[in-house]
């Protein structure tokens, strides 16, 4: 398995309230994303990046903030969260190219 | 823009029976297709890939074969399990790794 972790696994935060979420990557690869899943919904993109201080927007950006700084960390950033972004949040990472994704086991966020 | 889509399911099998879980897409170009595996409370897996035309992934008794004339990547084993039960998703990548692209995921029950 690739080396990908996520923390926290598990946060509740109430709405308006600042949230960083953290992938970090043992594998050196140059591509890493953000995904949240949500029931109906499947996975969809929220930000992804393509190298240290590379970074694009995916299909659902809005009210979502991302960084990496170093190669083996990206970070995901609620401002200010809300209700509609209670979900579960992936990390993916890869090389790139055509090739596959792999997944990290997953943040689920709750934003009363 | 590039798409997949598949059955949604539920699917429910018998144990031992025969699995098939249909997938078709629409991209430009020659995009690789993967098939992802996601358990109960765990990130996607990667089960089996192609990068191109006629290729055959397998794995753990999984297999789909690329058909670019049917624009299909079907999955299929000739005989399920309950350790099987889990939701898949079919995806693909253009093959400069910035568009990768979910279907919704069909939830598969084996029954014993």
């Known amino acids: 398995d690739a080396g990908i972790t996520q923390s926290p696994r598990h946060k509740v935060t109430e709405t308006g309230t600042p949230v960083t979420l953290r992938c970090h990557q043992t594998?050196?690869?140059?591509?890493m994303y953000w995904y949240r899943q949500d029931p109906g919904h499947g996975l969809r993109l929220i930000h992804y990046s393509y190298g240290v201080k590379d970074t694009d927007k995916g299909e659902v950006s809005d009210g979502y903030s991302v960084s990496r700084s170093k190669t083996e960390d990206f970070l995901l950033t609620l401002e200010s969260a809300t209700s509609s972004q209670t979900s579960v949040y992936f990390c993916a990472i890869g090389p790139g190219g055509g090739t596959e994704q792999f997944f990290g086991p997953g943040t689920r966020l709750t934003v009363l | 823009g590039d798409s997949v889509t598949q059955m949604e399911g539920p699917v429910t099998l018998s144990e031992e029976a025969f699995l098939t879980i249909n997938c078709t897409y629409t991209a430009t170009g020659y995009p690789s297709l993967f098939w992802y595996v996601q358990y109960p409370g765990e990130g996607l897996q990667l089960l089996l890939k192609a990068t191109k035309a006629d290729d055959k992934g397998s794995n753990k008794g999984f297999e789909a074969t690329y058909r670019k004339e049917t624009t299909s990547f079907h999955l299929e084993k000739g005989s399920v399990q309950v350790s099987d039960s889990a939701v898949y998703f079919c995806a693909l990548s253009d093959n400069y790794g910035q568009n990768f692209v979910f279907g919704p995921g069909t939830r598969l029950s084996v029954l014993p």
């Open positions: 594998e050196n690869h140059r591509y």
